[in-house]
C-alpha cells in the first residue's frame, strides 16, 4: 500500500532552499525519495513508519507538492509554500544600553524579521529570542564585555548588516563620599569618587533620590543630600547597574540647654560646661561669633574656654554636622573699679 501523508511542518521556506521539514503520516518505510514538485529533497531521514525529515531543495517561489517516493507507490501530496526570503535589516534597538552582566530586555526594529533563527550580540547568541512580527523582535542580552557590541538578526533570507549596535556597560563603583555626614534638612553637597560612573540615570540616598547631581567625569560624582534621617547608604545607578553603596548618616541639628557657669569675667580662660543634645560632631563652639577652643566629651556635654570680651550677655552657639544650635547667652562682668 502507497504511503499517506497528513502534514508537513513549517508550511514554508525560502526560495533558497534548506528548510528542514518534518513529514508525517503513514507507512513511510522504505521510502527512497521525497520530492518537492519534480526536484527530489536535498536530503531526506526516514524517522519511523509514520515521520520523515527532508531538506527542502532549491525551487522557484510558489507552491510546491510534496510527496514520498516508495515502492509500492507515491503518497498523496501535501503543499510546501516557496517565498522570497527578504534579507533581513536591524533599524532600531531599544534601549541601546545595559550591563555587562546581561538580561537587558530589548526591542529590534525592522524589516524581513519572519522566521528568524538567530538573533546575536557581538556574535554571542541572545538569551531568548521571540518574532512579534516581520518588523519587531523582542530578545535578551547574552553577557558580555563593555563597548558596542553589532546586533544581528538571521532569517531564511540571510544575516543582517552590521550596522546596529547595544552598547554594553560596566557596572559603577563607588570608592567613597565625603562628608559622610549631613544635616536632617538635606542640602549636604556630597563628591562621590568611584569609576564608570558617566551616563547616570539616579543617585539615591537610601531609597530616595538625591535632591539633584552632577557628573563631573567618569570618577566623580557630585551630588545634594535630600532630607532625611539616620543612615542613608548612597549608591549610583547608570545603565551598567547600581553601584556598591557608599556610608552617609543625617545628623539631628545640636540644642543647648545650658551653660555652666552662666556668667564670668571679661578676660578670656573661663572654662564652660555646655549641655545638650546632637554635640558629638561639634566643630566649632562661638561665643558672639568668635571662636572658642572647645572639647567634646559627649554627645550630651562639651567644654569651651571663653574668649575676651566686652562686658555684656553674648550669644554662645555650637556648629555640628546636624547645623548650628539655637543660642544660649553667657553674660560677661567687668571687673570693680578701684
Known sequence: MPPTLSTVNPTQGPTTGGTVVTLTGTGMTGATAVRFGSTNATSFTVN??????????????????????????????????????????VTGVTPANGPTAGGTAVVLTGTGFTGATAVTFAGVPATSFLVNSATQISTVTPAGTAGAAVVTVTTPGGTSAPDAFFFYAAPPVLRGGSPAVGPTAGGTLVTLDGSDLLNVGAVRFGAVGAASFTVVSATRITASAPP??????????????????????????????????????????????????????????????????????????????????APGPVTVSVTTAGGTSPGATYTRTAAPAI
Open 48 to 89: 519511523s513508519a509514520t515521520q520523515i525529515t527532508a531538506v527542502s531543495p532549491p525551487r522557484a517561489a510558489g507552491a510546491a507538492a510534496v510527496t514520498v517516493i516508495h515502492p509500492t507507490g507515491n503518497s498523496n501530496s501535501v503543499t510546501f509554500t516557496y517565498v522570497l526570503a527578504e534579507v533581513p535589516q
Open 228 to 309: 532625611g534621617t539616620g543612615s542613608a547608604p548612597i549608591t549610583v545607578t547608570t545603565p551598567g547597574g547600581t553601584s556598591n553603596p557608599v556610608a552617609f548618616s543625617y545628623v539631628a541639628p545640636p540644642t543647648l540647654s545650658a551653660l555652666v557657669p552662666g556668667s564670668g569675667p571679661t578676660s578670656a580662660g573661663t572654662v564652660l560646661t555646655l549641655t545638650g543634645a546632637n554635640l558629638a560632631t561639634a566643630s566649632a563652639v562661638t561665643f558672639g561669633g568668635t571662636a572658642a577652643s572647645f572639647t567634646v566629651v559627649s554627645d550630651t556635654q562639651i567644654t569651651a574656654v571663653a574668649p575676651a570680651g
